[in-house]
């Protein structure tokens, strides 16, 4: 089944500057990767995804890149703000039964 | 927000006792999930169904049981708690958008504790 490693797990920048979450996964056949956002004490929330015929995605701040031959994806956020502070978590999609996979989390402090 | 309901929302219990954990839905999606979220782990699939009566082990299904018998219901049972599954439990739903799966919405979280 599919696996998918997450880095790093702590991450802190200041605002204004960039961060980049980087994960990879192990199935070939998966299609799907989307990234999810949780603040403290929420739910996940999905913030941006990327299907496996795109290379890359923006939206504002935030962009995803894939990279399928090496098999691993990242999520990039620009001008970071203190509201970009919480875990995010990179996922794909087992396309072996209907199941998304997690990364571990990506804790993300931006110091104001 | 999607219409996606988890009861309880807190629970603490104790060892050896049995648990339901209840997600309810309103928006008809066909898949359901149950994940576990512990720090360190992200989060982790114990069950899911693809559809009523349909239901598949995750990566983490040891010590859990599920049942689907509407489309709006997936029921997530512990037959006999143990404290390493003190955790908080995310109940998620899907609609198939054909190339893949697509957004997950997650519900509240049920946190549990086995003391």
């Known amino acids: 089944g599919e696996n998918v490693e997450q880095h790093p797990s702590t991450l802190s920048v200041q605002e204004g500057d960039s961060a980049v979450i980087k994960c990879t996964y192990s199935?070939?056949?998966?299609?799907?990767f989307p990234w999810y956002k949780q603040e403290l004490g929420k739910r996940p929330q999905l913030i941006i995804d990327i299907r496996s015929n795109v290379g890359e995605k923006k939206d504002q701040r935030i962009a995803v890149t894939l990279n399928k031959t090496a098999k691993h994806f990242s999520l990039h956020i620009t001008e970071t703000q203190p509201e970009d502070s919480a875990v995010y978590f990179c996922?794909?999609?087992?396309?072996?039964?209907?199941?998304?996979?997690f990364g571990a989390g990506t804790r993300l402090f931006v110091k104001a | 927000d999607a219409g996606i309901t988890q009861s309880p929302r807190h629970k603490v219990t104790e060892t050896g006792t049995p648990v339901t954990l209840r997600c309810h839905q309103t928006e008809n999606h066909r898949y359901m999930y149950w994940y576990r979220q512990d720090p360190g782990h992200g989060l982790r699939l114990i069950h899911y169904?693809?559809?009523?009566?349909?239901?598949d082990k995750g990566e983490v299904s040891d010590g859990y049981s599920v049942s689907r018998s509407k489309t709006e219901d997936f029921l997530l049972t512990l037959e006999s708690a143990t404290s390493s599954q003190t955790s908080v439990y995310f109940c998620?739903?899907?609609?198939?958008?054909?190339?893949?799966?697509?957004?997950?919405?997650f519900g509240e979280g049920s946190r549990l504790t086995v003391l």
């Open positions: 996922a794909a999609y087992d396309t072996g039964g209907f199941k998304t996979i």
């Open positions: 199935d070939s056949a998966s299609n799907y």
């Open positions: 998620a739903i899907s609609e198939s958008l054909g190339q893949g799966q697509g957004e997950l919405f």
């Open positions: 169904s693809y559809g009523v009566k349909d239901t």
